[in-house]
């Protein structure tokens, strides 16, 4: 949760893509706090539908499984779009000396990521 709703809220410029750089450059502590907590929810995430599977196994066997199947194969998928968080990282460290193409670039990656990402990781999460 703290990954997707407090360092959203606290870092996010909604329609200003450099003043949402310019905060995860003044804020980037919490922006990797919000990444770690990320991986660490997505990873615990694994451990809900094995206690679910035992609860469901024995009402149907196949749903049970499938339900496991579908969780187990959300995380990694989550665990990719932190990528994108990290190369927002990678892009910021660079902004400066960079030509002003790159600022477009980053200002269309730090939208999917601050406004895209989380909407499909719920998505798939709750799937």
């Keep these: 949760m703290i990954s997707t709703t407090y360092v959203i809220e606290q870092l996010d410029?909604?329609?200003?893509?450099?003043?949402?750089?310019?905060?995860?450059?003044?804020?980037e502590f919490l922006f990797r706090l919000g990444i770690v907590a990320g991986i660490i929810s997505y990873i615990s995430y694994l451990i809900?539908?094995?206690?679910?599977?035992?609860l469901f196994e024995s009402v149907n066997r196949t749903h049970a499984v499938l339900m496991?199947?579908?969780?187990?194969?959300?995380v990694p998928i989550s665990l990719f779009n932190m990528?994108?968080?990290?190369?927002?990282?990678?892009?910021?460290?660079g902004f400066i000396k960079k030509p002003i193409y790159h600022a477009i670039v980053l200002g269309t990656l730090l939208i999917l990521v601050v406004v895209v990402a989380p909407v499909t990781a719920g998505?798939?999460?709750?799937?």
């Design 13 to 27: 410029s909604w329609g200003d893509a450099a003043t949402t750089a310019n905060n995860i450059s003044n804020s």
């Design 48 to 54: 809900l539908p094995l206690i679910l599977y035992r």
């Design 68 to 74: 496991v199947a579908l969780a187990v194969a959300s």
């Design 83 to 93: 990528i994108a968080k990290v190369d927002v990282l990678t892009l910021l460290s």
């Design 123 to 127: 998505l798939v999460t709750t799937l």
